[in-house]
C-alpha cells in the first residue's frame, strides 16, 4: 500500500510538472505571436490590409450567398460543398479577426507615441518657465543691487579740505595728489573718509560714556544734598519755632520777614528789582521810611500760574502751524479771561473797550513807598506796573498832619 501510495505521488508530481511545461510553452507562444502581428501590423501598410479587408468581406457575402443556393438544392453533393464553404468563411473570418488586431495595434502605438511625445512637450514647457521664472528672478535682482542705496549715503562727511587737514597722514597721503577723473581714487577718498569719521564717532562716543558718567555721579550728588536738604527744613522750623521767644525779645521779625519775601516773589520782574533795592537802602540808610507790597496775594498766585501757563503754550505754539497758533492763542485768552472773570456773567462788551481793558491791565501788587519826615509831613509813593505795556506808573500823595500850620512851613520853608 506504501509502495502504491508512492507511486501515485510521483506520477501526481510528473503530471503537475508536465502541465506547468505546457503552460509556459503556451505563454511563450503568446507573446512570441503577439511580438509576430505587432511587428507585421507596423511593416504593413495600411491601404493594403483595408484592400484585403473589403475583398474578403466580398468572398464572404459571395460564400454565404452560395451556401444559401446551395441549402436550397438539398442533395448530398450540396452538403459536401456547404461544409466547404463553411470552412472556407470561418477561415476568412479568421483573418478578418486578425486584420481587426493589426489595425488596433496601429491605433494603439500612435497614441502611445502621442503620449510620449506630449510628456516630452511638458517637460520643455516646465523647463522653459522654470528657465523663465529664473530669468525673471535674475532680473529683479539685478534691479534691486542696480538701485541699492549704502546707509553711507545719507551720512554728512567733513568737506575734503577738512579732512586732508585733520587727518592723520596714514590716511590722508595717498590724496594730496588727487584726480577728480579717477573713479578708483574718489572710491578710495570716500573709504578714508568714512574710516575717519567712524574714528571721530568712536571717540565722541567715549566722551559721551564719560560724561554720562559724570552726569551720573552729579545727579547722585544732587540728590543725596537734596535729601538733606529736605531733612534740613524739618528741622529748621522746629528751630524757628523754639527761637520764637528769644526772636520777640531781641525784636527780630523773622516770620514777616519770611512773608515779604514769599509776597515778594509773585512781583513781576520790574517791581522785584526795585523792591529789593529800595529794601536794602532801607535797612542801610533810612529805617524810619516804609516800604509795603499791597494788593491781593491769592490773584497775584493767579496771574504768576497764568504766566508760567503762557510761556508753556508759546512753545507749544512754536512748533505747530499757523492755523494751530490762532487756535491755541485763542483758547488761552478764554482761559486767561474765565480766570481773570472768576466766573462772572458773560456780558456783551465792546471790542474797542475790551482791548482798551487789557491793553491797561495791572498787575494785582504794586510797591509803596513811604517817607516820613521829622515831626512833619510824609510822602507816599505807590509804584504799578502795567502788563501789556510793560512799564511802570508812579503816583505820590502827601499826607500832612492836623497839628502843622503855615507857621510851620515857613519855619521848615527858612
Not at 69 to 95: G, R
Not at 105 to 126: G, W
Amino acid at each position: 500500500m506504501v509502495k502504491e501510495s508512492g507511486r501515485d505521488g510521483s506520477l501526481k508530481k510528473k503530471r503537475k510538472s508536465a502541465t506547468s511545461a505546457d503552460n509556459e510553452t503556451d505563454v511563450d507562444i503568446y507573446k512570441k505571436s503577439v511580438e509576430f502581428e505587432e511587428k507585421e501590423a507596423l511593416s504593413r501598410p495600411n491601404d493594403a490590409d483595408a484592400q484585403i479587408y473589403f475583398n474578403t468581406c466580398k468572398e464572404i457575402r459571395q460564400l454565404f450567398s452560395e451556401i444559401s443556393e446551395l441549402k436550397m438544392k438539398n442533395n448530398p453533393d450540396a452538403k459536401i460543398k456547404i461544409m466547404e464553404k463553411t470552412t472556407e468563411v470561418c477561415l476568412l473570418l479568421v483573418l478578418l479577426k486578425k486584420l481587426n488586431r493589426m489595425e488596433k495595434v496601429r491605433l494603439v502605438f500612435p497614441k502611445e507615441q502621442l503620449a510620449a511625445e506630449k510628456q516630452k512637450v511638458d517637460s520643455i514647457n516646465l523647463q522653459y518657465q522654470n528657465l523663465l521664472y529664473e530669468a525673471n528672478h535674475l532680473i529683479s535682482e539685478y534691479r534691486k543691487c542696480f538701485q541699492f542705496k549704502s546707509k553711507d549715503e545719507h551720512i554728512e562727511l567733513v568737506p575734503v579740505e577738512e579732512f586732508l587737514f585733520e587727518a592723520p597722514e596714514n590716511l590722508t597721503s595717498k590724496f594730496f595728489k588727487f584726480d577728480e577723473n579717477d573713479e578708483t581714487m574718489k572710491h578710495e577718498l570716500r573709504l578714508a573718509r568714512l574710516e575717519w569719521e567712524l574714528q571721530q564717532r568712536i571717540h565722541l562716543a567715549d566722551m559721551c560714556k564719560k560724561l554720562e558718567e559724570e552726569k551720573k555721579k552729579l545727579e547722585a550728588d544732587i540728590a543725596e544734598r537734596k535729601s538733606k536738604l529736605d531733612k534740613l527744613g524739618p528741622l529748621l522750623s522746629t528751630v524757628m519755632e523754639a527761637t520764637k521767644p528769644v526772636q520777640e525779645h531781641l525784636g527780630l521779625l523773622i516770620d514777616k520777614t519770611q512773608a515779604e519775601h514769599k509776597l515778594a516773589s509773585l512781583l513781576p520782574n520790574p517791581l522785584y528789582l526795585f523792591y529789593a533795592n529800595i529794601d536794602a537802602y532801607r535797612q542801610v540808610n533810612d529805617k524810619s521810611m516804609n516800604v509795603e507790597i499791597v494788593g491781593d496775594q491769592d490773584e497775584a498766585i493767579q496771574w504768576k500760574e497764568l504766566e508760567v501757563a503762557e510761556s508753556a503754550i508759546e512753545d507749544e505754539e512754536d512748533q505747530h502751524s499757523d492755523l494751530d497758533q490762532e487756535m491755541e492763542t485763542q483758547e488761552s485768552e478764554e482761559i486767561v479771561e474765565t480766570k481773570k472773570r472768576r466766573h462772572r456773567k458773560s456780558v456783551q462788551v465792546d471790542p474797542l473797550e475790551e482791548k482798551k481793558r487789557k491793553l491797561l491791565q495791572v498787575h494785582p501788587l504794586s510797591i509803596e513807598v513811604t517817607v516820613n519826615t521829622k515831626d512833619g509831613p510824609s510822602i507816599k509813593i505807590k509804584f504799578s506796573y502795567y502788563v501789556k505795556l510793560e512799564i511802570v506808573t508812579v503816583a505820590s500823595s502827601v499826607n500832612i498832619p492836623s497839628n502843622i500850620t503855615g507857621f510851620y512851613f515857613f519855619k521848615f520853608l527858612k
